[in-house]
């Protein structure tokens, strides 16, 4: 290679450049020559393209997410908002929390295992980066038909990557969603997301400031494995009709990070660093640019230091490559020696690449010559902003009209019990234990609650016993047929999960999964589902921390429907008053809270008994789910209440087999005055939970109740070896049972 340096770049202003190769458009290069006052290097082009990716950029979701933070105001936990690797919130006893949701579809579906285990990494490396101990990791995830060739490929090989990366690490997995649809064949979603723990005085943020200071890379080596990789990748659409760029996915090594993780934990407890970032999206392009523009604004990188594994690679390669487990830190100069020693210590390959500067520019030089000299502001947060028009679908008003009320319904006991057993047994509703019995939820010994728990729940003080939960929820159907109202579903369902396990909701991150942002149809979804949820954390009182926006998950034409996914945190002041879903004691009282209404539109049912899609989905009545999570919190702190399990997707059967096989107890169940059984059973209304009451408690739980004004309804007890529904049928557990947990392994086998 000839080396393109900042001298010869403006001496030869009319190069031909690989600017469109590398996914930018004209006027964006134009405007980095603009910037630059002359043509790019090679190695400028090279960090531009990756930093101003959509991935990296958020070029054209950037409009609409300034709404979390100008809408919503920060609550009195908040200590470290959007802008940071994660969001930080305090849980009380000098014990901070930091957690966030991320993104690895596309290199998920090209290379299944590597591309989820590396999600894992990623994700990992962003909590450890705040200065803390990562504690758990959750997986939302969403594949094609669950009977598709396909999916027998996709699905085993993100799990294993998942639960590989996660295990070898030692870090449970305590939550997450499956969720099967055609809608998902070519674009899979796998979202990953972790918590993290530390004390107050332990955060530490991405900046370089400190002129003197001095900047390690250590971790591994760079190779040539994810050169572009997520932030090329993930920022285009699957087209099968002409060639796409598919950059190597990137490969992980979790012992590697392990290593990575506990060198890192030493280096923070002797306070040792000034600055850090890990090395995600964009590798050292971001690394450096986000430090330097984060901070006093000047950097000298001496890239030709950087430690290796093929020493063909060239300057824009190791700029370009997402190789995993690596961290930049910025330290200052007489604790060099020391952090250099714990490096050693841990086996972990460190070097000095360069130092923060006096000045205001990113300079970077290779063997002497330099290849780099730019503003870095310019390039980690001053990039392309697009207002992309966006309009409401045509077929948007068709589709909602498609009213799923209209549908054929049971009309006897047996049709009755013949749709539960075909709902409980669908492969969305069905056990997937087949796929959480390979991630290890109980390892360090602190998990308190996991799937198929609503929320998953980790304990952070042993002696206190303080915890924290996180649920994450999202459905793609309600959001597609109204994006505002099924954004505003997936908040309150995953904020009614955390309330259900006694938690209380503190704050959320998101994973914003949408199709090419270049059609007005998927930017109106897009804008509307923002809007829908920054307005539901306003009412809630729950800030966004942060969080992750994934687009152009479309094949062709065809793009994903649009899921947003959200990640509530709740905090519980001792774990052993958790609430599990179980009814596990015979004459536990069960109670409805919440009202049922008729309401079937994206619900389990119209999908799995008519394969249908349409109408509206249910209401939001947020101040309802504000006062439902706040009767379950209490009634859990105050032992009125044995079990709880949130109502969604699949209505209150789905709920109540679940609990019933969870606890090994049937229950009786008597329909309610003024409901039919079939509404009863299937609806979908929100705001609603399952209780089982212990019979000491009923007048006191009532009453609470009754003072607070939430509906409550006694519907039956905890009895029996079967889901009895009187009047209409019975389904005894083991039938229950055995359809509920032969699903998956018979898809996959």
Same mark, same amino acid.
């Given at each position: 290679?000839?080396?393109?340096?900042?001298?010869?770049?403006?001496?030869?202003?009319?190069?031909?450049?690989?600017?469109?190769?590398?996914?930018?458009?004209?006027?964006?290069?134009?405007?980095?020559?603009?910037?630059?006052?002359?043509?790019?290097?090679?190695?400028?082009?090279?960090?531009?393209?990756?930093?101003?990716?959509?991935?990296?950029?958020?070029?054209?979701?950037?409009?609409?997410?300034?709404?979390?933070?100008?809408?919503?105001?920060?609550?009195?936990?908040?200590?470290?908002?959007?802008?940071?690797?994660?969001?930080?919130?305090?849980?009380?006893?000098?014990?901070?929390?930091?957690?966030?949701?991320?993104?690895?579809?596309?290199?998920?579906?090209?290379?299944?295992?590597?591309?989820?285990?590396?999600?894992?990494?990623?994700?990992?490396?962003?909590?450890?980066?705040?200065?803390?101990?990562?504690?758990?990791?959750?997986?939302?995830?969403?594949?094609?038909?669950?009977?598709?060739?396909?999916?027998?490929?996709?699905?085993? @090989?993100?799990?294993?990557?998942?639960?590989? *990366? #996660?295990?070898?690490? !030692?870090?449970?997995? /305590? %939550? +997450?969603?499956? $969720?099967?649809?055609?809608?998902?064949?070519?674009?899979?979603?796998?979202?990953?997301?972790?918590?993290?723990?530390?004390?107050?005085?332990?955060?530490?943020?991405?900046?370089?400031? @400190?002129?003197?200071?001095?900047?390690?890379? *250590? #971790?591994?080596?760079? !190779?040539?494995?994810? /050169? %572009? +990789?997520?932030? $090329?990748?993930?920022?285009?659409?699957?087209?099968?009709?002409?060639?796409?760029?598919?950059?190597?996915?990137?490969?992980?090594?979790?012992?590697?990070?392990?290593?990575?993780?506990?060198?890192?934990?030493?280096?923070?407890?002797?306070?040792?660093?000034?600055?850090?970032?890990?090395?995600? %999206?964009?590798?050292?392009?971001?690394?450096?640019?986000?430090?330097?523009?984060?901070?006093?604004?000047?950097?000298?990188?001496?890239?030709?230091?950087?430690?290796?594994?093929?020493?063909?690679?060239?300057?824009?390669?190791?700029?370009?490559?997402?190789?995993?487990?690596?961290?930049?830190?910025?330290?200052?100069?007489?604790?060099?020696?020391?952090?250099?020693?714990?490096?050693?210590?841990?086996?972990?390959?460190?070097?000095?690449?360069?130092?923060?500067?006096?000045?205001?520019?990113?300079?970077?030089?290779?063997?002497?010559?330099?290849?780099?000299?730019?503003?870095?502001?310019?390039?980690?947060?001053?990039?392309?902003?697009?207002?992309?028009?966006?309009?409401?679908?045509?077929?948007?008003?068709?589709?909602?009209?498609?009213?799923?009320?209209?549908?054929?319904?049971?009309?006897?006991?047996?049709?009755?019990?013949?749709?539960?057993?075909?709902?409980?047994?669908?492969?969305?509703?069905?056990?997937?234990?087949?796929?959480?019995?390979?991630?290890?939820?109980?390892?360090?010994?602190?998990?308190?609650?996991?799937?198929?728990?609503?929320?998953?729940?980790?304990?952070?003080?042993?002696?206190?016993?303080?915890?924290?939960?996180?649920?994450?929820?999202?459905?793609?159907?309600?959001?597609?047929?109204?994006?505002?109202?099924?954004?505003?579903?997936?908040?309150?369902?995953?904020?009614?999960?955390?309330?259900?396990?006694?938690?209380?909701?503190?704050?959320?991150?998101?994973?914003?999964?949408?199709?090419?942002?270049?059609?007005?149809?998927?930017?109106?979804?897009?804008?509307?589902?923002?809007?829908?949820?920054?307005?539901?954390?306003?009412?809630?009182?729950?800030?966004?921390?942060?969080?992750?926006?994934?687009?152009?998950?479309?094949?062709?034409?065809?793009?994903?429907?649009?899921?947003?996914?959200?990640?509530?945190?709740?905090?519980?002041?001792?774990?052993?008053?958790?609430?599990?879903?179980?009814?596990?004691?015979?004459?536990?009282?069960?109670?409805?809270?919440?009202?049922?209404?008729?309401?079937?539109?994206?619900?389990?049912?119209?999908?799995?008994?008519?394969?249908?899609?349409?109408?509206?989905?249910?209401?939001?009545?947020?101040?309802?789910?504000?006062?439902?999570?706040?009767?379950?919190?209490?009634?859990?702190?105050?032992?009125?209440?044995?079990?709880?399990?949130?109502?969604?997707?699949?209505?209150?059967?789905?709920?109540?087999?679940?609990?019933?096989?969870?606890?090994?107890?049937?229950?009786?169940?008597?329909?309610?005055?003024?409901?039919?059984?079939?509404?009863?059973?299937?609806?979908?209304?929100?705001?609603?939970?399952?209780?089982?009451?212990?019979?000491?408690?009923?007048?006191?739980?009532?009453?609470?109740?009754?003072?607070?004004?939430?509906?409550?309804?006694?519907?039956?007890?905890?009895?029996?070896?079967?889901?009895?529904?009187?009047?209409?049928?019975?389904?005894?557990?083991?039938?229950?049972?055995?359809?509920?947990?032969?699903?998956?392994?018979?898809?996959?086998?």
């Amino acid at each position: 290679m000839s080396l393109d340096t900042v001298k010869h770049a403006s001496e030869t202003p009319d190069s031909e450049q690989p600017w469109k190769e590398l996914g930018l458009k004209e006027d964006e290069y134009a405007r980095i020559r603009e910037i630059l006052g002359r043509r790019p290097t090679g190695a400028e082009l090279a960090m531009y393209s990756v930093m101003w990716s959509e991935h990296c950029s958020y070029k054209s979701s950037k409009v609409h997410l300034k709404q979390f933070g100008e809408k919503v105001p920060a609550n009195d936990a908040m200590l470290v908002g959007i802008g940071e690797n994660a969001g930080v919130v305090d849980v009380g006893q000098g014990y901070a929390v930091t957690f966030k949701v991320e993104s690895h579809n596309h290199p998920s579906y090209i290379e299944p295992y590597q591309g989820a285990a590396t999600g894992i990494g990623g994700i990992v490396r962003d909590i450890l980066a705040m200065g803390a101990r990562p504690v758990a990791v959750v997986d939302p995830l969403r594949f094609g038909a669950a009977d598709h060739p396909d999916t027998k490929r996709v699905l085993p @090989g993100v799990v294993a990557g998942i639960g590989g *990366y #996660g295990n070898c690490l !030692g870090l449970p997995n /305590i %939550g +997450g969603e499956v $969720v099967f649809d055609e809608c998902y064949q070519g674009n899979p979603l796998v979202n990953a997301g972790c918590i993290g723990v530390m004390k107050h005085e332990d955060i530490h943020l991405a900046k370089a400031s @400190g002129p003197g200071n001095k900047v390690i890379l *250590y #971790g591994a080596r760079t !190779g040539g494995d994810g /050169i %572009g +990789g997520v932030s $090329v990748l993930a920022s285009e659409t699957f087209d099968d009709t002409k060639p796409t760029k598919r950059p190597a996915v990137q490969v992980g090594d979790p012992f590697q990070e392990k290593l990575l993780i506990e060198c890192t934990l030493e280096i923070f407890k002797e306070k040792l660093v000034a600055g850090i970032q890990d090395l995600g %999206g964009a590798g050292l392009s971001c690394a450096t640019s986000e430090l330097a523009s984060a901070g006093s604004g000047g950097m000298r990188v001496e890239l030709d230091r950087v430690h290796l594994r093929d020493a063909t690679l060239s300057p824009e390669e190791i700029l370009m490559s997402e190789s995993q487990e690596r961290m930049c830190a910025i330290v200052e100069p007489e604790h060099v020696d020391r952090f250099l020693e714990i490096c050693e210590k841990w086996d972990v390959i460190a070097v000095v690449i360069g130092e923060v500067t006096e000045g205001e520019r990113l300079e970077i030089f290779w063997h002497g010559e330099q290849i780099v000299d730019v503003p870095p502001r310019s390039v980690a947060h001053e990039g392309p902003t697009y207002h992309r028009p966006y309009a409401r679908p045509e077929w948007q008003d068709a589709l909602q009209a498609d009213d799923a009320g209209k549908l054929p319904r049971p009309q006897t006991g047996e049709e009755l019990k013949d749709q539960v057993l075909k709902l409980v047994s669908s492969p969305n509703q069905a056990s997937k234990s087949w796929i959480t019995d390979q991630y290890d939820r109980f390892v360090q010994g602190n998990t308190v609650l996991a799937q198929p728990e609503d929320a998953g729940m980790v304990r952070i003080d042993e002696e206190t016993n303080l915890g924290v939960a996180m649920a994450t929820d999202g459905n793609g159907r309600y959001a597609k047929l109204d994006p505002y109202t099924g954004a505003q579903l997936a908040l309150a369902e995953a904020y009614r999960n955390v309330a259900a396990s006694g938690a209380k909701p503190l704050a959320i991150s998101d994973c914003l999964n949408f199709g090419s942002p270049e059609d007005p149809a998927v930017m109106w979804q897009f804008a509307e589902a923002t809007r829908g949820l920054a307005d539901g954390c306003l009412q809630l009182g729950t800030p966004v921390t942060g969080g992750n926006v994934s687009l152009y998950n479309q094949t062709g034409e065809v793009a994903i429907h649009p899921t947003p996914v959200v990640a509530v945190l709740g905090v519980i002041d001792d774990v052993n008053r958790r609430t599990p879903i179980a009814f596990a004691e015979e004459g536990q009282l069960l109670y409805l809270l919440g009202d049922t209404r008729e309401e079937f539109g994206g619900s389990a049912w119209s999908e799995v008994v008519h394969q249908h899609l349409g109408g509206l989905p249910p209401a939001v009545d947020l101040d309802r789910e504000k006062l439902l999570g706040e009767i379950l919190i209490s009634a859990s702190r105050d032992g009125m209440i044995d079990a709880a399990h949130d109502l969604s997707d699949g209505g209150l059967v789905q709920a109540v087999v679940e609990s019933c096989l969870r606890g090994g107890h049937g229950a009786r169940l008597v329909v309610p005055e003024g409901l039919d059984a079939f509404t009863f059973l299937f609806s979908e209304s929100a705001g609603r939970a399952v209780v089982a009451v212990p019979r000491s408690e009923e007048l006191r739980f009532t009453d609470m109740c009754g003072a607070r004004g939430l509906p409550a309804a006694r519907i039956g007890v905890v009895d029996g070896d079967a889901v009895d529904v009187q009047g209409e049928f019975a389904l005894s557990l083991t039938e229950l049972r055995t359809a509920h947990e032969a699903t998956i392994p018979g898809l996959l086998a």
